[in-house]
């Protein structure tokens, strides 16, 4: 049986709830950034920091450092050298202490735009997903191998620190679909955890 069936189903049942839900009024649900509701019944952030940078093609092992710090903070790429996320006073004071070849503003964006926007940042969240997916699928194999505990033990902490960061992702675009998805992935990977070592996928 594959590992992931029923995360698809509960994936497309928890997007058909969520479009059927009604609009509500403005909300504030995490403390600096503020949401706005749109025609939709989507929340979105009203105000968002963008991250400009121009780097010799030369110096790539600066760009590669900057694109893994950027993920780690939860800046999407919006186009080359251009990065975006959601506003809050403490992400804008992390991202600009990144690095000093970076130009960091905030600006607040229309509706439409911003919907846009969200549009771009969740294909930063559903790579989050598809890559906690996959190490799912490795921490199982991992806690199948009896003589792997060490090897498991390391994968299963990292897990923990990846829940963590989608997490404070998810935060910034809040939907009902994502929480149903990250909240049967830490099942999932309890259910893991409380096996035996050496025994694998029922």
Avoid: C
């Avoid at 029923?6 to 994936?11: A, G, H, T």
């Avoid at 202490?97 to 969200?118: C, G, P």
């Avoid at 991992?142 to 404070?168: I, V, W």
């Amino acid at each position: 049986m594959n590992i992931f069936k029923k995360i698809k189903n509960s994936r497309s049942e928890s997007q058909k709830s969520d479009a059927r839900k009604t609009s509500s009024p403005v909300v504030d649900t995490w403390s600096e950034v503020s949401f706005v509701h749109t025609f939709t019944p989507e929340v979105i952030p009203a105000k968002w920091i963008f991250v400009f940078f121009d780097l010799p093609s030369e110096d790539s092992t600066r760009r590669v450092a900057l694109h893994r710090r950027f993920e780690k903070v939860g800046l999407a790429m919006h186009s080359q050298s251009v990065y975006f996320m959601p506003y809050s006073l403490r992400s804008y004071k992390i991202v600009s202490e990144i690095d000093d070849a970076l130009t960091v503003i905030r600006s607040d964006i229309e509706n439409d735009k911003s919907i846009v926007l969200v549009g771009l940042y969740q294909k930063l969240i559903g790579a989050l997903f598809t890559e906690i997916e996959e190490k799912v699928e490795k921490l199982a194999e991992a806690k199948a191998d009896p003589d792997n505990t060490r090897g498991y033990t390391k994968r299963y902490n990292k897990m923990l620190e990846r829940f963590e960061h989608l997490k404070l992702v998810l935060k910034y675009v809040p939907a009902d679909s994502h929480t149903q998805h990250i909240e049967l992935l830490e099942s999932m990977v309890e259910e893991i955890n409380n096996r035996e070592p050496g025994v694998g996928i029922s």
